[in-house]
């Protein structure tokens, strides 16, 4: 079993200089935290994985194909493997908790 902090997460986020922090990582999937700032460009590509995306806070769209969804605090967004997706008109600053199955990276071609 684990036990994650958020606030301790949100430090090892900022002090790491990145957008992704990976914290978890198991055979069967693994967990991120993703912040985007409000205004960013999501550079993201399509993943090998399944992805569950979970709203800590903020505001943006979701974008998949041609289809455009509203998000904020709360929101829990699904979308498979090689679908390209992405956060656009990040209008407050987007936390989200990222979980790919199987974890990230395991099926990268």
Same mark, same amino acid.
């Given at each position: 079993?684990?036990? *994650? /902090?958020?606030? /301790?997460?949100?430090?090892?986020?900022?002090?790491?200089?990145? #957008?992704?922090?990976?914290?978890?990582? #198991?055979?069967?999937?693994?967990?991120?935290?993703?912040?985007?700032?409000?205004?960013?460009?999501?550079?993201?590509?399509?993943?090998?994985?399944?992805?569950?995306?979970?709203?800590?806070?903020?505001?943006?769209?979701?974008?998949?194909?041609?289809?455009?969804?509203?998000?904020?605090?709360?929101?829990?967004?699904?979308?498979?493997?090689?679908?390209?997706?992405?956060?656009? /008109?990040?209008?407050?600053?987007? #936390?989200?908790?990222?979980? *790919?199955?199987?974890?990230?990276?395991?099926?990268?071609?």
């Amino acid at each position: 079993m684990d036990v *994650f /902090d958020l606030k /301790d997460l949100l430090k090892e986020h900022a002090d790491s200089g990145e #957008r992704s922090l990976g914290f978890m990582f #198991r055979d069967a999937l693994s967990m991120s935290l993703y912040i985007l700032p409000a205004g960013a460009e999501d550079m993201q590509k399509p993943h090998t994985e399944d992805e569950v995306y979970y709203v800590l806070s903020g505001k943006a769209t979701w974008v998949v194909g041609d289809e455009t969804h509203p998000v904020e605090e709360g929101a829990i967004i699904y979308v498979d493997r090689e679908i390209p997706h992405k956060f656009i /008109d990040i209008t407050e600053e987007l #936390r989200l908790l990222v979980i *790919f199955a199987p974890p990230y990276g395991s099926l990268a071609k």
